[in-house]
C-alpha cells in the first residue's frame, strides 16, 4: 500500500508484522497506464465548478529523530492535493502536512502560493484540515458539497488532483468498485474506505473524488503495480465527518473499536458444545480483560446489527464489512458513551453495554508532530516508547520485542486505554563516555526501576531521576538478558553537559517536562 505524495511513499501503515517481517509482506500496487489529459473545464460547467475547489499543496517537512529526538531529520520538500469543504478550510491527507513547517496552496487563479496553518490533524484517519487567511483565494476557490452516505457500487467516479509529471491539475475517471471497513490511516487504523479503478499517482493524496458533483471520499492511496490493476482507494466522507465532529468537540479520538479477542462461529462442534441453533449466527468471545464480555459469549448483535458466524455485519446497500464497522460507527457525540450488544451466555440472551472507547490512548501510542518527550542523562537518552519509534530505521528495539522477554509486544497489541501509564525507554545507544565502558546498550529497551523504585509513566521516572541522591545510580531493565547499568551518581550527572556538547544537543530535555527536570527535589 502506497501513500500518494510527490517526494514518493512515505510508510505511515505499520503492522506488528511489517516491523518483523519484510516490506514485500505488504501489500503494494497501482497503476496502469499515465492518466488521461485532463478534460476541457470550459466545456462542462459542472466539472469547471468543482476544478475550482481543488487545490494543490507544495510542503517543507522537518521530521524530529524519534530515538534522537532533539535531531531534526533532513528537510523533505512534498506535494500533494487538498478540496475545500467550508470557505478558508482545505481537507486533505495528514501525511501531506504532518510535520510541515510550510504549507503553501496554490491553483491557477493565484498568482502566488498563498500560506495555509494546519488546524486539525488526525494520523488514524489520515485527514487533516488547513484554515487559509486569505479573502482573495476564499472569495475564488469555493467549497465542494459532501455526499451523505456512501456511494453505490458502481458509480461513476471522477478523480481531481495534481499527480506528479506536470502542474496543471489532472482528472481521471472511473467506477466504484466497493466499500469497506478496512485500513485507512497510520498504523493500520480502521474506518470506511471505497476501493475505485480511477487512475492516481503520487501527488494525488488528498485530492477529491466526485459522484454525481458531491464529494464522495478522499482519495489517500493506491496499488503499486505489479500486484494488482487500476485498484485505488479514498477514505469516505463518514470518516471525514467523524474528524469534523471530534475537531469541535476538542478532541480527535478516532473511530470506537471492540477491546476483545474474538472467533468465528462456523465449526459444527462449536456451535453443539454452546448450543447454538441453526437460526442463531454470532461470533465467541476469548478475551475482553476489562469486561464487560466473558469467554465463551456469543456476540450476536452490536449497535444494532447482526452478526453473521464469519464476523461481519450487513450495512447499507446490501455490504458485507467487518462487525469492528458497528462499534467504529458509533456517533459518542450523539450516541452517549457505551455501545449496546446483544450476545448469549450460558444459553440465555442478554443485552450489555460495552465502552464506546477506540484505540489511540494505549501504553503505546502515536505522538505528533515530532513532540516526542526526552530526557539526556550522562550517556543516556530516554523517553517513552511511542508508535513513532518503530518507524525509525535505527531502532533496534524490534527484536527486544520478540526475543527479549520484555513488554513491548504486549503493549503494541493491547490498545486498551493507558489510564496514564507509560512504558521509559532508552531511545538510542550509548553516547561515548568513559562512564558506559563496559555496557551494552540496545535501543528500545525499558526501564524497570531506578535504584529499586518503580514508576507508573515518564513523569515519574524523572522524578526519581531527579531526586535521587544515593551515592549510587543503578538502572534495571525489563527485558531478558540486559545488563544493569551502574554508575556513581555525581559522576553521571556532572557527565552529562560534556556529553551533550559533543553530540550536538542544545537541550537537556524536552519543553513538556524541562521545568519538571529544573525544579529543586522533593
Same mark, same amino acid.
Given at each position: /500500500? &502506497?501513500?500518494?505524495?510527490?517526494?514518493?511513499?512515505?510508510?505511515?501503515?505499520?503492522?506488528?508484522?511489517?516491523?518483523?517481517?519484510?516490506?514485500?509482506?505488504?501489500?503494494?500496487?497501482?497503476?496502469?497506464?499515465?492518466?488521461?489529459?485532463?478534460?476541457?473545464?470550459?466545456?462542462?460547467?459542472?466539472? +469547471?465548478?468543482?476544478?475550482?475547489?481543488?487545490?494543490?499543496?507544495?510542503? *517543507?517537512?522537518?521530521?524530529?529523530? @524519534?530515538?534522537?529526538?532533539?535531531?531534526?531529520?533532513?528537510?523533505?520538500?512534498?506535494?500533494?492535493?487538498?478540496?475545500?469543504? @467550508?470557505?478558508?478550510?482545505?481537507?486533505? +491527507?495528514?501525511?501531506?502536512?504532518?510535520? @510541515?513547517?510550510?504549507?503553501?496552496?496554490?491553483?491557477?487563479?493565484?498568482?502566488?502560493?498563498?500560506?495555509?496553518?494546519?488546524?486539525?490533524?488526525?494520523?488514524? &484517519?489520515?485527514?487533516?484540515? %488547513?484554515?487559509?487567511?486569505?479573502?482573495?483565494?476564499?472569495?475564488?476557490?469555493?467549497?465542494?458539497?459532501?455526499?451523505?452516505?456512501?456511494?453505490?457500487?458502481?458509480?461513476?467516479?471522477?478523480?481531481?488532483?495534481?499527480?506528479?509529471?506536470?502542474?496543471?491539475?489532472?482528472?481521471? #475517471?472511473?467506477?466504484?468498485? $466497493?466499500?469497506?471497513?478496512?485500513?485507512?490511516?497510520?498504523?493500520?487504523?480502521?474506518?470506511?474506505?471505497?476501493?475505485?479503478?480511477?487512475? %492516481?499517482?503520487?501527488?494525488?493524496?488528498?485530492?477529491?473524488?466526485?459522484?454525481?458533483?458531491?464529494?464522495?471520499?478522499?482519495?489517500?492511496?493506491?496499488?503499486?503495480?505489479?500486484?494488482?490493476?487500476?485498484?485505488?482507494?479514498?477514505?469516505?466522507?463518514?470518516?471525514?465527518?467523524?474528524? /469534523?465532529?471530534?475537531?469541535?468537540?476538542?478532541?480527535?479520538?478516532? +473511530?470506537?473499536?471492540?477491546?476483545?479477542?474474538?472467533?468465528?462461529?462456523? +465449526?459444527?462442534?462449536? $456451535?453443539?458444545?454452546?448450543?447454538?441453533?441453526?437460526?442463531?449466527?454470532?461470533?465467541?468471545?476469548?478475551?475482553?480483560?476489562?469486561?464487560?464480555? !466473558?469467554?465463551?459469549?456469543?456476540?450476536?448483535?452490536?449497535?444494532?446489527?447482526?452478526?453473521?458466524?464469519?464476523?461481519?455485519?450487513?450495512?447499507?446497500?446490501?455490504?458485507?464489512?467487518?462487525?469492528?464497522?458497528?462499534?467504529?460507527?458509533?456517533?459518542?457525540?450523539?450516541?452517549?458513551?457505551?455501545?449496546?450488544?446483544?450476545?448469549?451466555?450460558?444459553?440465555?440472551?442478554?443485552?450489555?453495554?460495552?465502552?464506546?472507547?477506540?484505540?489511540?490512548?494505549?501504553?503505546?501510542?502515536? $505522538?505528533?508532530?515530532?513532540?516526542?518527550?526526552?530526557?539526556?542523562?550522562?550517556?543516556?537518552?530516554?523517553?517513552?516508547?511511542?508508535?513513532?519509534?518503530?518507524?525509525?530505521?535505527?531502532?533496534?528495539?524490534?527484536?527486544?520485542?520478540?526475543?527479549?522477554?520484555?513488554?513491548?509486544?504486549?503493549?503494541?497489541?493491547?490498545?486498551?486505554?493507558?489510564?496514564?501509564?507509560?512504558?521509559?525507554?532508552?531511545?538510542?545507544?550509548? =553516547?561515548?563516555?568513559?562512564? @558506559?565502558?563496559?555496557?551494552?546498550?540496545?535501543?528500545? !529497551?525499558?526501564?524497570?526501576?531506578?535504584?529499586? *523504585?518503580?514508576?507508573?509513566?515518564?513523569?515519574?521516572?524523572?522524578?526519581?531521576?531527579?531526586?535521587?541522591?544515593?551515592?549510587?545510580?543503578?538502572?534495571?531493565?525489563?527485558?531478558?538478558?540486559?545488563?544493569?547499568?551502574?554508575?556513581?551518581?555525581?559522576?553521571?550527572?556532572? #557527565?552529562?553537559?560534556?556529553? =551533550?556538547?559533543?553530540?550536538?544537543?542544545?537541550?537537556?530535555?524536552?519543553?513538556?517536562?524541562?521545568?519538571?527536570?529544573?525544579?529543586?527535589?522533593?
Amino acid at each position: /500500500m &502506497r501513500n500518494l505524495n510527490s517526494a514518493g511513499s512515505r510508510l505511515i501503515l505499520v503492522s506488528i508484522l511489517a516491523l518483523a517481517a519484510p516490506a514485500a509482506a505488504r501489500q503494494a500496487a497501482t497503476q496502469s497506464p499515465p492518466p488521461p489529459a485532463p478534460q476541457d473545464a470550459s466545456a462542462d460547467p459542472e466539472a +469547471n465548478r468543482l476544478r475550482g475547489s481543488v487545490i494543490k499543496f507544495k510542503c *517543507k517537512l522537518e521530521p524530529r529523530s @524519534a530515538t534522537r529526538p532533539w535531531k531534526l531529520d533532513p528537510v523533505e520538500e512534498i506535494g500533494g492535493s487538498g478540496v475545500v469543504i @467550508a470557505p478558508g478550510k482545505v481537507l486533505t +491527507n495528514a501525511h501531506v502536512v504532518h510535520e @510541515a513547517t510550510e504549507v503553501l496552496l496554490e491553483t491557477d487563479k493565484t498568482p502566488l502560493p498563498v500560506p495555509g496553518k494546519v488546524i486539525a490533524i488526525d494520523l488514524g &484517519r489520515d485527514l487533516a484540515l %488547513v484554515e487559509v487567511d486569505d479573502a482573495d483565494f476564499n472569495s475564488t476557490h469555493p467549497a465542494v458539497e459532501m455526499m451523505t452516505g456512501l456511494p453505490k457500487d458502481g458509480s461513476r467516479v471522477t478523480v481531481m488532483g495534481y499527480p506528479m509529471g506536470g502542474e496543471s491539475m489532472s482528472t481521471t #475517471s472511473g467506477v466504484v468498485s $466497493r466499500s469497506e471497513w478496512s485500513d485507512v490511516g497510520h498504523h493500520k487504523e480502521e474506518g470506511m474506505r471505497v476501493q475505485v479503478d480511477a487512475a %492516481v499517482n503520487f501527488g494525488n493524496s488528498g485530492g477529491p473524488a466526485f459522484v454525481e458533483g458531491k464529494l464522495a471520499g478522499l482519495v489517500f492511496s493506491g496499488m503499486d503495480k505489479g500486484m494488482a490493476d487500476n485498484i485505488s482507494y479514498l477514505i469516505a466522507t463518514e470518516e471525514i465527518g467523524r474528524m /469534523m465532529a471530534e475537531m469541535k468537540s476538542g478532541k480527535i479520538e478516532g +473511530n470506537c473499536v471492540l477491546h476483545a479477542t474474538t472467533q468465528t462461529l462456523e +465449526n459444527p462442534a462449536l $456451535r453443539k458444545k454452546l448450543g447454538i441453533g441453526a437460526s442463531t449466527s454470532g461470533v465467541v468471545v476469548i478475551e475482553n480483560k476489562d469486561g464487560p464480555l !466473558q469467554p465463551w459469549d456469543v456476540l450476536t448483535k452490536a449497535n444494532g446489527l447482526t452478526i453473521d458466524n464469519k464476523g461481519q455485519v450487513t450495512i447499507e446497500g446490501g455490504r458485507k464489512v467487518d462487525m469492528a464497522c458497528a462499534f467504529g460507527r458509533f456517533d459518542r457525540a450523539k450516541d452517549g458513551t457505551t455501545i449496546p450488544v446483544e450476545l448469549i451466555r450460558g444459553g440465555q440472551a442478554m443485552k450489555v453495554d460495552v465502552p464506546a472507547i477506540g484505540e489511540r490512548d494505549g501504553v503505546i501510542r502515536d $505522538r505528533q508532530n515530532g513532540e516526542y518527550p526526552y530526557l539526556v542523562c550522562g550517556p543516556l537518552v530516554f523517553g517513552p516508547l511511542h508508535r513513532g519509534l518503530f518507524d525509525a530505521p535505527d531502532f533496534e528495539g524490534r527484536r527486544l520485542m520478540y526475543f527479549g522477554g520484555g513488554p513491548t509486544l504486549q503493549y503494541l497489541m493491547d490498545t486498551r486505554p493507558s489510564k496514564g501509564r507509560d512504558l521509559v525507554a532508552v531511545l538510542c545507544p550509548l =553516547m561515548s563516555s568513559p562512564l @558506559a565502558r563496559g555496557y551494552n546498550v540496545t535501543s528500545g !529497551q525499558t526501564v524497570k526501576t531506578v535504584n529499586g *523504585k518503580t514508576f507508573t509513566n515518564f513523569g515519574e521516572f524523572v522524578d526519581l531521576m531527579r531526586d535521587n541522591a544515593d551515592e549510587w545510580l543503578v538502572l534495571e531493565f525489563n527485558e531478558q538478558g540486559v545488563e544493569r547499568l551502574v554508575f556513581r551518581r555525581a559522576d553521571f550527572m556532572e #557527565s552529562t553537559e560534556k556529553i =551533550m556538547d559533543a553530540n550536538g544537543i542544545r537541550q537537556q530535555a524536552s519543553k513538556d517536562i524541562r521545568d519538571r527536570w529544573t525544579q529543586k527535589p522533593k
